[in-house]
């Protein structure tokens, strides 16, 4: 069947007062192995989409194919509003293959896959949390204006609604120095963020957790993301960052006179290390470095990554 007499099948079928020829194109076709609601009128099987519709399921999921090219499978117990440009998502879960142009908005985010057949999940958790998580290629997710993370493949993350609103989060990582700079790998996404503040330099070579707000600025570090401006800072583990701090050529240490990056401001509620800890040498550098040679390239990858997620 071709897909105008496709659309116009569906079209006929829709047990929806919508126009099929009106001022209102059609962008689309929604299908489900049983029923689903379009407009907040039942439909079974299949129905097309219009510019704004909005489609919610129920015990069945439910595909959305757009004449542009985009796909969304949208979870059970899901809504979203749909566009030939963007989707929102206002409840449950959606997965979105679309190239970079294409939007996904959830709980004031905006979110976008990169690279050639990217694919990225994002829902909305009963405690109000956006969790995207870029299924193929990355995910960048952008809130108040600004960017949030760079998600690579396989990896996710979980946002407040209050990063939405102000660019406020939370990342846990290894805390290390590099070239005048203060940085942090997430753990969970295995992203470089450079951090400005005080109160960076005595959790330098810890696992810390730290909050603050994303800043505009462009990371002076070249294999960081994103700058974090920090406000409070939260030791998490003594020690541990080695590994870490060989694998970006960073230190454990902060030399003498060095500090927490230019145009550093004050962070409140800062919770250090409470012991001294020796700096990694060069020459832990390299035993370390020749360590992981000696383990062949695998082993040099497990340094920088975890568990993919391969799931809709």
């Not at 004449?67 to 749909?82: C, D, F, I, M, P």
């Not at 995910?139 to 690579?152: D, E, K, Q, S």
């Not at 603050?212 to 409070?232: E, N, Q, R, W, Y």
Request: contains cysteine; hydrophobic residues 45%.
């Amino acid at each position: 069947m071709s897909t105008p007499s496709l659309f116009y099948s569906a079209c006929l079928g829709a047990s929806v007062a919508l126009s099929c020829w009106g001022a209102t194109p059609a962008i689309g076709i929604a299908t489900a192995s049983g029923h689903f609601t379009l407009e907040k009128s039942q439909v079974w099987g299949n129905s097309t989409l219009f510019e704004g519709s909005t489609v919610e399921t129920d015990v069945a999921s439910s595909q959305l194919a757009l004449q542009n090219g985009v796909r969304v499978q949208l979870g059970t117990e899901s809504r979203a509003k749909v566009w030939n440009s963007r989707i929102v998502l206002e409840k449950g879960v959606g997965q979105v293959a679309a190239p970079e142009s294409y939007e996904v908005d959830a709980g004031g985010l905006a979110i976008r896959s990169t690279g050639a057949g990217a694919r990225v999940r994002v829902g909305l958790a009963a405690n109000g949390r956006v969790e995207v998580t870029a299924l193929a290629g990355a995910a960048r997710v952008m809130g108040a204006g600004l960017l949030l993370a760079a998600i690579p493949s396989g990896r996710s993350m979980a946002f407040s609604l209050q990063a939405a609103a102000t660019g406020a989060l939370t990342r846990a990582g290894c805390v290390l120095y590099k070239d005048g700079h203060v940085l942090l790998q997430d753990d969970d996404t295995r992203e470089v963020v450079e951090l400005i503040g005080s109160g960076l330099n005595p959790n330098v070579g810890n696992r810390a957790e730290v909050r603050g707000t994303a800043s505009a600025a462009k990371p002076a570090l070249p294999i960081a993301t994103s700058v974090l401006i920090v406000t409070a800072v939260t030791l998490r583990e003594q020690g541990g960052c080695l590994t870490v701090a060989a694998a970006l050529d960073a230190r454990t240490d902060v030399p003498s006179g060095g500090a927490g990056g230019p145009g550093a401001q004050p962070a409140a509620n800062t919770t250090a290390a409470s012991s001294p800890k020796t700096g990694m040498s060069t020459g832990a550098k390299i035993a370390i470095v020749a360590a992981v040679a000696g383990g062949g390239a695998g082993a040099a990858l497990a340094v920088i990554s975890s568990k993919k997620s391969t799931s809709p």
